[in-house]
């Protein structure tokens, strides 16, 4: 029976080639898309999953009320890690890292700028990633050990074996190489090139020490649960455990948060988990990839049912000798199932030829695991649904003839057959609209975003990351880069341009005690000079004036924000750093916005104080201004010479500013990209199938054009009536899809502060691309038919 059902569904499918050419490059299109995007959200919710453990894995975070202002902190206490580790039984080991940072690593002659983190011995034990060479139990034991990724060790050492090896970090301490790890997995939310111990951290810097003293927050902590842990119960336990004498905050409580919600959320406001844009984005994109496949089965469905007179004479002969309506929707389903594993195999295919230019475009390292008995068996899983979404109503549509009928040539299809197809193709020209609709908004909002002002000048201006030996030069860098003609103007800051910088609160005069937070920034004499920034009133910090010391710049918000009416020469109270707080700090200057934060948000009230001992900052970032020229290389040469000279232990690596601000468009490119593919593929299976319908719907009216064409009708008059159907469905379609594209666009524009309003013409434009595409696929097929003698098309009858 089995052999039978195969057979017939062969010959059937050879028999009729356009009917399977489009069916299958249809099914091979969405099931190829719908796998692009299953890759990629499969990777977002993929995240830190390879440890073993990552459901009982947390980091210690806390909620604060800063002199009245709610925020979440990462930052954590060292006296905050002892304790989980030794007096909560239910936390099974706890790890404390520092930020993370690029450190200089030298052996002989060799030296590269890696990402590195230090940690604590149990590091390696609470987070699980692959230990190639050594033993997770004493790598990082000894102080002065450290462990290099499988790049890391390749870049210093070539093919030498590492182990034992001795290395200098940051041309200071000198580690030995203890073990290797495996790379570490992109799908991983904690990136390092090296781990070395915390202690030797300690040690070797200064502010760590009174840090760790001071109980100040200046570390990450992670914990690992016992399995089966209430998690709540553990929050309720340590909420309380901060008993620090850290003034500024009105009160700490601390919490655990999710591994498995670190990727995708992360996000608080008011002491409270929000929304975040990805966890939409991973929804909203599956839900894209069913829509892809729901169309390309759409095609199928249609065809079939559109080609009915052809089967029924079979369906009623089958009938007459003994088949049941079971057998027949057994053999139909079975064609379909047929026809989605060859496009299963076809979308394999067209996915590997992708792959590469896909990772690149989402910039992640996909790939396909054909040893995944779990990908095999969502493959099989696939071509199934597509083979029953795509086969289920045509079966028992096409089953449903009743022999004597058909026999005799009495078939009328009626509404029953021409009703369905209607809404399906509504359907699909609703998804197209949507889709076109789409497009453009999102285009829209990037231009919106990328056009708003900064308030500095992005073009000429380099970031150099800082380090120990520039620190040391500096002033002789700066006054060299300066001296030669290779910079205009350079100064040093805390914060690159795609920071937020950091959160303090201001205290003013009549606040009524409702202090709120501003973004901070430290920086150097020049600052705004270097950066372009406009002076709206008043003066930038001067090296002739030591009590700027005690002074601030404010920007424009900030100045709204606390009402004053002669701000200049106002004292207001920073909290939260240590050299300002508690005391009055002077406005020697008012700046434009300064957009250093999300480019997304609205400005937010900012302050900028000056830092003459950058001793104790842990990050900070070297600002050169070029001079204008066509010869960008040769100035970058120039600039380089002179960091070669005084600057010669570290590579010479910077970053262009507005290279630095694009890159905060990451994530709405990659969505823009992602929409702007899969809507193309999506329109283009949608006409795919619009086609094969509109071939079949003229071929079987071909007689009717002959006889209207011998009654008198033009080639144009019948291009008009067969278009006309058409054009109902896409007006249709046009008014189901406007007001749904409309009400969900705007609620992912409120992902956005600073976002744009809908035109209303671009719903009647998508409408117009949509008939458009409609009329051009149509009338093709008309005119072809139409153009068709006569005496063609009726010389049988």
């Not at 990777?43 to 009245?68: A, T």
């Not at 197209?432 to 829209?444: D, E, F, H, K, N």
């Not at 020049?526 to 950066?531: A, H």
């Amino acid at each position: 029976m089995l052999k039978n059902y195969f057979k017939i569904a062969i010959r059937n499918l050879m028999r009729n080639t356009t009917f399977t050419f489009i069916n299958i490059v249809g099914l091979s299109l969405g099931i190829a898309a719908s796998m692009l995007i299953a890759l990629w959200v499969t990777n977002e919710i993929s995240y830190n999953r390879f440890h073993p453990n990552y459901d009982q894995l947390h980091q210690v975070n806390f909620f604060g009320n800063l002199n009245g202002a709610m925020g979440d902190w990462h930052e954590i206490s060292y006296p905050i890690y002892e304790d989980l580790k030794t007096n909560h039984p239910a936390i099974k080991n706890a790890t404390l890292t520092d930020l993370g940072s690029s450190h200089l690593l030298t052996f002989t002659n060799t030296r590269v700028q890696k990402l590195g983190r230090f940690v604590t011995p149990e590091f390696l034990e609470v987070f699980h990633f692959d230990l190639v060479k050594g033993s997770v139990k004493n790598v990082l034991t000894d102080l002065y050990s450290i462990v290099l990724t499988e790049s890391a060790a390749k870049a210093l050492f070539g093919d030498q074996d590492p182990i034992n090896k001795i290395i200098k970090i940051d041309n200071g301490s000198d580690v030995t190489v203890t073990g290797i790890i495996k790379d570490v997995p992109d799908n991983s939310t904690i990136k390092f090139d090296f781990l070395s111990t915390f202690e030797l951290f300690r040690i070797t810097t200064p502010w760590v020490e009174d840090e760790i003293c001071d109980s100040g927050d200046s570390f990450l902590i992670y914990a690992e649960l016992q399995p089966g842990a209430d998690l709540a119960s553990i929050n309720h336990e340590i909420k309380d455990l901060y008993q620090d004498s850290d003034q500024r905050f009105l009160s700490k409580e601390l919490f655990l948060y999710p591994m498995d919600r670190w990727n995708l959320h992360g996000k608080f406001e008011n002491g409270k988990e929000a929304e975040v844009d990805w966890s939409d984005y991973v929804f909203e994109f599956s839900a894209l990839a069913v829509s892809i496949l729901l169309i390309a089965c759409i095609n199928f469905m249609n065809l079939s049912t559109a080609r009915s007179e052809r089967r029924a004479r079979e369906v009623g002969i089958r009938k007459v000798v003994g088949s049941h309506r079971k057998q027949l929707i057994y053999q139909f389903i079975g064609e379909s199932i047929l026809l989605s594993s060859i496009a299963f195999f076809i979308g394999l295919v067209l996915v590997e030829l992708s792959l590469p230019f896909y990772s690149h475009l989402i910039n992640k390292n996909l790939f396909i695991d054909y040893g995944s008995p779990f990908f095999w068996g969502i493959g099989l899983l696939l071509v199934t649904v597509a083979g029953l979404l795509a086969g289920i109503y045509p079966a028992f549509y096409l089953s449903s003839f009743k022999p004597a009928k058909v026999l005799k040539g009495q078939l009328y299809l009626g509404r029953d057959g021409v009703v369905p197809r209607k809404v399906l193709v509504v359907f699909q020209f609703s998804f197209s609209i949507i889709l076109i609709i789409g497009t453009v908004v999102i285009y829209q909002q990037m231009e919106h975003v990328k056009n708003r002002q900064l308030g500095y000048e992005k073009q000429n201006l380099i970031t150099i990351p800082s380090n120990p030996e520039l620190d040391k030069n500096y002033k002789s860098i700066k006054q060299e880069l300066i001296r030669t003609g290779a910079a205009t103007s350079v100064s040093r800051t805390n914060t690159s341009f795609t920071s937020k910088g950091g959160r303090n609160t201001l205290n003013w005069p009549r606040n009524q005690g409702l202090p709120v937070f501003c973004r901070c920034v430290f920086a150097d004499y020049d600052y705004t000079k270097t950066l372009g920034i406009r002076m709206i009133e008043g003066r930038d910090f001067s090296e002739m004036t030591k009590a700027d010391t005690m002074s601030i710049l404010v920007n424009q918000s900030a100045i709204d924000m606390m009402g004053l009416k002669n701000p200049l020469g106002s004292k207001i109270t920073i909290n939260s750093v240590a050299s300002y707080s508690g005391h009055p700090a002077k406005i020697i200057g008012i700046t434009e916005n300064i957009l250093i934060g999300s480019p997304y948000e609205s400005s937010r009230p900012m302050f900028i104080r000056l830092e003459t001992d950058w001793a104790d900052e842990d990050e900070q970032f070297v600002a050169v201004r070029l001079p204008a020229s066509s010869n960008l290389t040769a100035q970058l040469k120039n600039v380089e010479a002179v960091f070669k000279k005084l600057n010669p232990s570290y590579p010479f690596q910077f970053t262009f500013a507005d290279d630095d601000f694009n890159s905060k468009f990451n994530s709405l490119n990659l969505i823009q990209k992602l929409v702007n593919v899969f809507a193309f593929l999506a329109i283009a299976i949608a006409c795919l199938g619009l086609f094969g319908l509109a071939a079949f719907t003229v071929e079987r009216r071909t007689k009717e054009f002959g006889v209207r064409r011998v009654l008198g009708a033009t080639v144009s008059n019948l291009v008009v009536l067969i278009s006309n159907d058409f054009t109902k469905l896409v007006f249709i379609a046009f008014f189901i899809s406007s007001p749904i594209a409309w009400f969900g666009l705007e609620d992912f524009l409120q992902h956005y502060p600073y976002r744009i309003s809908i035109n209303w013409w671009i719903l009647p434009l998508a409408g117009l691309v949509a008939l458009s595409l409609t009329l051009l696929i149509v009338t093709s097929q008309a005119i072809q038919a139409a153009s068709t003698s006569p005496s063609e098309s009726l010389k049988y009858e």
